[in-house]
T-cell receptor
Framework: AQSVTQLGSHVSVSEGALVLLRCNYS??????LFWYVQYPNQGLQLLLK??????LVKGINGFEAEFKKSETSFHLTKPSAHMSDAAEYFC???????????FGKGTMLLVSP | DAGITQSPRYKITETGRQVTLMCHQT?????MFWYRQDLGHGLRLIYY???????DKGEVPDGYVVSRSKTENFPLTLESATRSQTSVYFC????????????FGPGTRLTVT
């Protein structure tokens, strides 16, 4: 069964610091991987996706993620955090032929001044 | 371009009552999904639909009923609401082909008293 693990339910950074949110997936076949962001009282918004093209994927709002097959990881990074990045972030996985996404439990990013 | 909408956005109902949450999308996406989001559980799939008149159970279908007579609508009915169904409900959709990313509605916050 496909699964996603997000390490850390909460991550705190200072404004201007590096953001690193971790995501590991379990798979024996090539995955499709996604990062979503959820602001308070809103739905999930797609940040970026990996679909077996370039392993370094750039998304919106300055975020990027790198697919590392050997580590089964798809960590999300941003060089410099902004107050507006404070939100909950979800990693998700799917596979060719699957109808659904499997989501991680989410990581709340807290940004302090 | 309305995208995907949900109604109502907020609902309070009593235990035992029937409640229907509406979801409408304007993209003519084949797939539609219903999730519930609860603290500590992340997003859990309730039901999904691959096309009109085709529905399938997700991870937590008990107590819910869905139908899909038209491609653009995917209502979710709680036949006899229970307090454990207090949650935030999200509808999502995606096209049949592509990289499987889903597009989310703004959510319905349901409280069962």
């Amino acid at each position: 069964a496909q699964s996603v693990t997000q390490l850390g339910s909460h991550v705190s950074v200072s404004e201007g610091a590096l953001v690193l949110l971790r995501c590991n997936y379990s798979s024996s076949v090539p995955p499709y991987l996604f990062w979503y962001v959820q602001y308070p009282n809103q739905g999930l918004q797609l940040l970026l996706k990996y679909t077996s093209a370039a392993t370094l994927v750039k998304g919106i709002n300055g975020f990027e993620a790198e697919f590392k097959k050997s580590e089964t990881s798809f960590h999300l990074t941003k060089p410099s955090a902004h107050m507006s990045d404070a939100a909950e972030y979800f990693c998700a996985v799917s596979y060719s032929g699957y109808s659904t996404l499997t989501f991680g439990k989410g990581t709340m990013l807290l940004v302090s001044p | 371009d309305a995208g995907i909408t949900q109604s109502p956005r907020y609902k309070i109902t009593e235990t035992g009552r029937q409640v229907t949450l509406m979801c409408h999308q304007t993209w003519s996406h084949s797939y539609m999904f219903w999730y519930r989001q609860d603290l500590g559980h992340g997003l859990r799939l309730i039901y999904y639909s691959a096309a009109a008149d085709i529905t399938d159970k997700g991870e937590v279908p008990d107590g819910y009923v869905v139908s899909r007579s038209k491609t653009e609508n995917f209502p979710l009915t709680l036949e006899s609401a229970t307090r454990s169904q207090t949650s935030v409900y999200f509808c999502a959709s995606r096209p049949r082909t592509g990289a499987y990313e889903q597009y989310f509605g703004p959510g319905t916050r349901l409280t069962v008293t």
